[in-house]
């Protein structure tokens, strides 16, 4: 039996805090302005190994939050296996420097009790995605996504009894619609468990967030702001520059398919890789600075495969924001305004 070398984390991992941490609207949590996300690259058909070695450059390099859900993988679950298996190997003496969140609201398990927002559903999921973990609590559960059918009051409700019950810290909402999330941060504030943060999609292709006043209302409101997709799925990096690779997430036709690179895209793609080039910066880390530069935003959260992919994409922490001339260039394709 071959045993693995034991985990000690970089002593220098909080050397560039002051770059590194935002602090999360008007709570006390300072979360990474780069953060990991276990969406797609860390269930059972990515080697174990590839994982531990993503999570350890992480947190060595400062990131201390790492974002799951109950149905992450693939299969379902099999994320959150992998975060208990690292937490029991590896991160067990570090788990008060982390800061995990899971999520429920998609679908995890059949018949009418594995899906959507009933208080029988999110309390289930969570207790699962502890024993999955090996975790006592976790520091962030959501609500993943909006259930038109459930009462809000269900379901805000389940979430005070969450963290009254220990089971979480903090609560967030995820990709719900406006007026809803104006709903649910006046509930929790009145029952002293405000939101946390909102989760939704903002990156140079996709700017809903901003356009539905969502991202204005959390920054007024003192919540904080996490973008998923902030590479648009991959798109945002230099990897589709030349067409669609093999092996990419592009070429499995999956969650993301080759009808996104249209004349039009490919034609932004260009012109931000020329941004980048004269910057002398990864495609990705320009594309991501972008995204922390907008107001409101506290973090993003970034998928990689590899932890080459995480080196470029941390680089843009200490970048400087886009200039006026730089958004200039990029508008001429009307894809941001």
């Not at 570090?94 to 398990?109: C, Q, V």
């Not at 998923?228 to 991959?234: K, M, N, R, T």
Request: overall charge neutral.
């Amino acid at each position: 039996m071959i045993l693995k070398e034991r985990y000690t984390a970089d002593e220098k991992r909080y050397d560039n805090a002051e770059a590194m941490y935002a602090r999360s609207g008007r709570s006390g949590i300072l979360l990474p302005r780069i953060s990991l996300g276990f969406w797609q690259n860390f269930g059972y058909p990515t080697p174990y190994d590839q994982s531990r070695a993503i999570t350890h450059y992480a947190f060595d390099n400062g990131i201390t939050h790492f974002d799951l859900a109950n149905n992450y993988g693939p299969p379902y679950g099999s994320a959150e296996e992998t975060m208990g298996r690292l937490i029991k190997e590896d991160f067990a003496p570090y788990r008060d420097e982390l800061f995990i969140s899971t999520k429920a609201g998609y679908d995890m398990w059949p018949g009418p009790y594995g899906n959507w927002g009933s208080r029988k559903y999110l309390f289930a999921s969570l207790d699962q995605s502890l024993k999955r973990m090996n975790l006592e609590y976790v520091d962030l559960f959501y609500i993943h996504r909006y259930d038109p059918i459930t009462p809000l009051e269900e379901t805000l409700q389940a979430l005070v009894d969450i963290v009254r019950s220990g089971k979480a810290l903090y609560v967030g909402i995820s990709r719900w619609p406006l007026e809803a999330l104006k709903k649910a941060n006046d509930y929790l504030k009145k029952r002293d468990v405000p939101p946390l943060i909102f989760q939704g999609r903002l990156n140079l292709l996709d700017r809903a967030v901003q356009q539905e006043g969502i991202l204005d209302y959390c920054r007024d409101n003192g919540i904080g702001f996490i973008s998923f997709s902030p590479l648009a799925q991959g798109v945002l990096t230099d990897r589709y520059l030349n067409g669609i690779p093999a092996g990419s997430r592009m070429s499995r036709q999956g969650t993301l398919t080759n009808d996104r690179l249209t004349p039009q895209t490919m034609q932004f793609l260009n012109k931000l890789n020329a941004v980048a080039t004269r910057r002398g910066e990864p495609m990705a880390a320009t594309a991501l600075s972008w995204v922390l530069a907008q107001q409101g935003v506290t973090s993003v959260l970034t998928g990689v495969s590899s932890v080459e992919q995480l080196r470029q994409s941390i680089k843009c922490v200490n970048n400087a924001p886009l200039t006026t001339e730089e958004l200039t260039e990029l508008q001429e394709t009307d894809t941001i305004e």
